[in-house]
Nanobody, 124 residues
């Protein structure tokens, strides 16, 4: 069993930056693929970025290309999402996820473990 706990959300002005963290319990974290998703009010959960155990990354090119960076520190059992040049449309609850059935998957149904979510609000 793996537990994921996000932190780092908050209120930021448009153009600002935030770094989200997701701390994982369990000894197998380094072997998991991980990802970030987000969900805005009234919208479906949306893929943001994924990172496989081997270091391959996938991003939602349409919405976060060149602005967000996913990373992990296996020594700390923690994954990160660095968000730069934030826009009001980035406002959402951000969720970390782990253990993709298909490494690098962009589908939420492929992830078995989820954090509780952290709110990110970008003001214009």
């Amino acid at each position: 069993q793996v537990q994921l706990v996000e932190s780092g959300g908050g209120l930021v002005q448009s153009g600002g930056s935030l770094r989200l963290s997701c701390a994982a319990s369990g000894h197998s974290f380094r072997s998991y693929s991980v990802a970030w998703f987000r969900q805005a009010p009234g919208k479906e959960r949306e893929f943001v970025a994924a990172l496989t155990w081997s270091g391959a990354t996938t991003y939602n090119e349409d919405s976060v290309k060149g602005r967000f960076t996913i990373s992990r520190d296996n020594t700390k059992n923690t994954m990160y999402l660095q968000m730069n040049s934030l826009k009001p449309e980035d406002t959402a609850v951000y969720y970390c996820a782990a253990q993709a059935r298909r490494p690098g998957s962009t589908s939420s149904s492929d992830y078995g473990y989820w954090g509780q979510g952290t709110q990110v609000t970008v003001s214009s």
